[in-house]
């Protein structure tokens, strides 16, 4: 509480000052709590957002498990047909450099 929400002492105070005293505090507090339950709710989606991106991924993996692989298995055969075209062509230069001497 602050200064300026200290009233005159509790001794001039009626009964009826009182209550109506209680009954801002109560409003003040419910208002407080209804804007604590939302910010609770907003946090809670928010922490179940990464689980829901998982559960998602994980089963767009499951269901494209086979294209996944076949697209990495024809990637890595390209390259090695590739490296074995380079390799093989270098080997064969070398050879032909050799036979020419």
Do not use: C
């Not at 009182?18 to 989606?45: A, C, P, Q, S």
């Not at 767009?60 to 075209?85: C, F, M, P, R, W």
């Amino acid at each position: 509480m602050t200064k300026s929400e200290n009233p005159e002492p509790p001794a001039k105070l009626s009964s009826e000052d009182k209550l109506n005293k209680i009954v801002h505090y109560l409003e003040r507090m419910d208002r407080r709590d209804r804007w604590r339950t939302y910010g609770g709710f907003v946090r809670g989606l928010l922490g179940i957002l990464p689980l829901l991106i998982l559960l998602g991924s994980l089963w767009y993996t499951y269901t494209h498990l086979n294209e996944l692989l076949g697209k990495v298995a024809g990637e890595a055969a390209k390259q090695a047909a590739h490296y074995t075209q380079e390799s093989s062509g270098d080997f064969m230069k070398q050879v032909q450099k050799m036979m020419k001497r």
